[in-house]
């Protein structure tokens, strides 16, 4: 009896076929709730992207001082706490729509994250309404990004620490984003924290569309000079 190789070959290939399948279903759901939790939670914890500032009584507006703030951590021979203060940068305080806040010190649920303490919390608001909350967490591991990544699924983008750079991580849905950076010390040498920033895609939009119209009146008046 002679065997029908075409058939089997088809019957291989429909099979195949239907294992790619199979497992591009049951990936794609997974995918897309990573997605799902990230619009769904809209921020961290009580605070919401989108939210009114005045909706909020523990936080303060920022000025002077009120953008600094201190990262500790522990030096190479695990005895002695190192404290380096900073500013919180990239703010966009020349617009009159933009304002900066902090979550007032000692605030529950505002001290501590998974894998570290958060040093301080920063919101930032167009017209009052939130479009960028900044976190800075002291931690000199990788169970921040971790606890995250079990959260919001694998992010889009991610980078390895080298001298000199930093961890990243990116994730991105529809309308909200999340980026987490790593801090360095003042050396650049090591990780002695995160930066985690989620942000509203289309107020920042806003805030861009600012700088835009500022451009163009720069721009304007070096024409009505010449």
């Known amino acids: 009896m002679q065997l029908n190789t075409s058939y089997f070959s088809n019957f291989r290939y429909r099979r195949s076929f239907f294992f790619i399948a199979f497992i591009m279903l049951v990936s794609i759901p997974s995918f897309g709730q990573q997605k799902s939790v990230l619009e769904k939670k809209k921020g961290f914890r009580e605070i919401k992207l989108r939210a009114n500032i005045n909706d909020y009584d523990f936080l ?14 522990i030096d190479n021979d695990q005895e002695t706490i190192i404290s380096q203060e900073r500013k919180f940068k990239n703010v966009n305080l020349k617009y009159e729509e933009v304002d900066v806040y902090y979550v007032n010190p000692g605030t529950e649920d505002y001290i501590n994250i998974d894998g570290g303490t958060l040093s301080k919390v920063f919101v930032s608001t167009i017209n009052s309404h939130i479009y960028k909350i900044t976190l800075f967490a002291e931690s000199q591991t990788k169970v921040i990004p971790r606890i995250f990544k079990k959260v919001f699924g694998y992010p889009k983008f991610s980078t390895n620490v080298e001298r000199g750079h930093y961890d990243r991580y990116i994730w991105g849905g529809r309308h ?29 939009n806003e805030v861009r569309s600012l700088e835009k119209v500022e451009q163009q009146k720069k721009l304007q008046e070096i024409r009505d000079r010449y």
């Open 60 to 73: 303060t507006q920022a000025n002077g001082s009120g953008f600094s703030y201190d990262m500790e951590f």
């Open 176 to 204: 909200t984003g999340l980026v987490i950076t790593a801090v360095l010390d003042e050396e650049k040498n090591r990780r002695i924290g995160y930066r985690i920033v989620y942000t509203d895609f289309k107020l920042q």
